[in-house]
């Protein structure tokens, strides 16, 4: 199956590089370039594309607001790029709805592959980006005084499934620290996003921040030195 883009950049020749660069793989095809964010809502829109490639700075409409009208319209995944190494921007991208958030100087075959990951379904984060992402939008060891109540919908093994998905764990990983089998994982990590109202993977890290289920500083499972999502992305 052809996976259909739309790529919005106010720079002529960036946006025309990103669109040479997907349009040359055989299961990529760019329908429509956009120079602003309205543009690119207003492509989504026409050309029903699986995968945006967003600029979070464009003019009149920026890439933010563009991906939160893209998100709450359909089915449409967004990527956003931006040359701007800010905390900010991932933060506000993220809960705008985006699935995959990469720097400018990504590298063609990282820049294929994050699109490709996303149209399947599945998010995907910079390793930088995660690691901050964790650092900075989180006080390090510090909970609500009571468990938050968006949790309770929630078993116990998806609790543990939840905290697992936050300390970046695969889904491979969780089914050896659960002694469970991968299908199962599938099972918990559909059941937690289900309930708890999640668009993917991405969003079940940053809930599970938010809730104090989880916090920056936090031991991981088995002495691993990892903070945040894990790059490498997982299915559901």
């Known amino acids: 199956m052809t996976i259909r883009v739309v790529v919005a950049d106010d720079q002529e020749l960036v946006r025309s590089g990103f669109a ?10 760019v329908v429509a370039e956009a120079g602003d964010g309205g543009e690119a809502v207003e492509a989504v829109r026409r050309y029903v594309p699986d995968v945006a490639l967003l600029d979070i700075r464009m003019p009149r409409v920026d ?24 905390d900010e921007y991932v933060y506000e991208a993220l809960h705008a709805g985006a699935s995959g ?53 929630l078993t116990a093994r998806e609790r543990e499934t939840l905290l697992l998905l936050a300390r970046g764990l695969s889904n491979a990983e969780i089914a050896a620290e659960l002694v469970v089998s991968d299908h199962t994982v599938k099972t918990h990590v559909g059941n937690v996003l289900a309930k708890l109202g999640l668009r993917d993977r991405i969003q079940a890290v940053i809930c599970a921040y938010e809730t ?25």
């Open 101 to 153: 958030f990469l720097l400018k100087d990504v590298r063609r075959d990282d820049l294929v592959h994050a699109v490709r990951v996303v149209a399947r379904g599945d998010s995907l984060l910079a390793p930088s980006v995660a690691r901050r992402l964790v650092e900075q939008y989180t006080r390090p060891g510090v909970r609500p005084r009571r468990p938050d109540p968006r949790l309770d919908v």
């Open 63 to 86: 890439g933010i607001e563009a991906c939160r009208a893209i998100s709450a319209a359909g089915d449409c995944r967004t990527v956003m790029l931006t040359t701007f190494d800010s």
């Open 20 to 29: 040479m660069i997907l349009d040359a793989q055989p299961d990529i095809e």
């Open 212 to 236: 104090g289920l989880v916090a920056a500083g936090d031991p991981p499972p088995g002495g691993a030195d990892r903070v945040g999502p894990s790059p490498a992305p997982a299915r559901r």
